[in-house]
Structures are given as structure tokens and as C-alpha cells.
């Protein structure tokens, strides 16, 4: 199975502040990486798939980039609803594993 | 517009089995491919199985193996997913996910369905 690990676990961050998450594979997957926000008792949404492409919707400070093994989600100025956690998931190849997760708290 | 809608929350005993289904509407069923995960209290996602349409087969995490079933009703657009042998490490919210493309994320989520496993 490919392992995702992303870092860091928590984030502290005012609004405004950029912010950038990393998530690493355990071996590559090309650009086959999704992310996703969640807050508090909602299901999860869809912000980026195939690593860079914005899911329709989506406003245009969430960027993300990558490919292989390493990948990041970037947030460009820091909005009071951001403050969720994210999770990415890869999907090159079965089972289609999640990060653990990274929680975007109020500083 | 599509949504996907989740049967109701769950108590059961362990040892029990449990089977939530989620509603399609806006979508066919057979058109798309649906993924379940599942969320215990306070932790990540868990990713737990879907239906591959490269090798038209249902595949199961490797955990989940042997305890899991999911399926499918094409004619009410219904999917299901199956948990046997419940111990009170299943206690989770379990959600059904899928999207317009394979290879493009999980788009449409359920609400989640909260089992809950106690004796």
C-alpha cells in the first residue's frame, strides 16, 4: 500500500497568512493526488484533484502543486472558513490512501 | 443536481452486522464508481473500498477484507455497503463518495452515517 504522510499535523496561522501544507507519497503517483477540506461534523470536499487542477468552485487562493512523491496544498491568504482540517488522498493505485490529516487552527 | 443521501445513524451490538446505503439522484449509478469511507470519532479518513470500472470489479482495503460487502441496486440507483463482525473499533461515520470521473476526486459526499458498536 502507498503510505501519505502529511506535515505538518497542526498548523497555527492568523487570516491572511499564507499557508502551505505538504504531503509526501511513499513511492511516486504521478499527479494522481486529491485534496480535500473538512470541518467539524460535514463531510469532506473536494479543493484539488490530479494535483493542481481547482475543483469547480473552489476559490482561486487554494493552489496546489506537485508530482511523484511530493506534493503541497497552498492557501494565499489565510479566510476565517479555512479553519478546517485537510487531508490528501492519493489515487494511482488501490487502496486509494489518505494523509492523516493537517488541522488549520486560529493563532 | 446530484446528491447522495444516507440511510439513518446505527446501533448495534458486536458481533452484529450492519448495512448503510446511500441514495443517487442527478447521476445513474452504473455510470459512475462509488467509494466508501469511513471516519471513527476524532480521527482521519478512512478509505474502505469502491468499484474499479478499469477491471469492472469491487475492491476492498486489504483491513476490510472478508467483513466488508459492497453493492449495488442499478434499478433504484442505491448503493450499499455491507460490515459484518462489528467490534467497537467500527464506531465511525461512515460515508459514501464519488464523482463525475474516476481520475478527478471525490466530488459528491454523503452526509455520513454514524455507527455506533456497544454492548
Known amino acids: 500500500d502507498i503510505q501519505m504522510t502529511q506535515s505538518p499535523s497542526t498548523l497555527s496561522a492568523s487570516v491572511g497568512d499564507r499557508v502551505t501544507i505538504t504531503c509526501r507519497a511513499s513511492q511516486s503517483i504521478s499527479y494522481w493526488l486529491a485534496w480535500y477540506q473538512q470541518k467539524p461534523g460535514k463531510a469532506p470536499e473536494l479543493l484539488i484533484y490530479?494535483?493542481?487542477s481547482l475543483e469547480s468552485g473552489v476559490p482561486s487562493r487554494f493552489s496546489g502543486g506537485g508530482f511523484g512523491t511530493e506534493f503541497t496544498l497552498t492557501i494565499s491568504s489565510l479566510q476565517p472558513d479555512d479553519f478546517a482540517t485537510y487531508y490528501c488522498?492519493?489515487?494511482?493505485?488501490?487502496?486509494?490512501?489518505f494523509g492523516q490529516g493537517t488541522k488549520v487552527e486560529i493563532k | 443536481q446530484v446528491q447522495l443521501v444516507q440511510s439513518g445513524a446505527e446501533v448495534k451490538k458486536p458481533g452484529a452486522s450492519v448495512k448503510v446505503s446511500c441514495k443517487v439522484s442527478g447521476y445513474i449509478l452504473s455510470e459512475v464508481s462509488m467509494h466508501w469511507v469511513r471516519q471513527a470519532p476524532g480521527k482521519g479518513l478512512e478509505w474502505m473500498g469502491s468499484f474499479d470500472p478499469e477491471d469492472v470489479e469491487t475492491i476492498y482495503a486489504q483491513k476490510f477484507q472478508g467483513r466488508v460487502t459492497m453493492t449495488e441496486d442499478t434499478s433504484t440507483d442505491t448503493a450499499y455497503m455491507e460490515l459484518s463482525s462489528l467490534r467497537s473499533e467500527d464506531t465511525a461515520v461512515y460515508y459514501c463518495?464519488?464523482?463525475?470521473?474516476?481520475?478527478?476526486?471525490?466530488?459528491?459526499w454523503g452526509q455520513g452515517t454514524l455507527v455506533t458498536v456497544s454492548s
Open positions: 463518495a464519488t464523482g463525475p470521473e474516476e481520475m478527478a476526486g471525490l466530488v459528491y
Open positions: 490530479k494535483a493542481s
Open positions: 488522498q492519493q489515487y494511482n493505485s488501490y487502496p486509494r490512501t
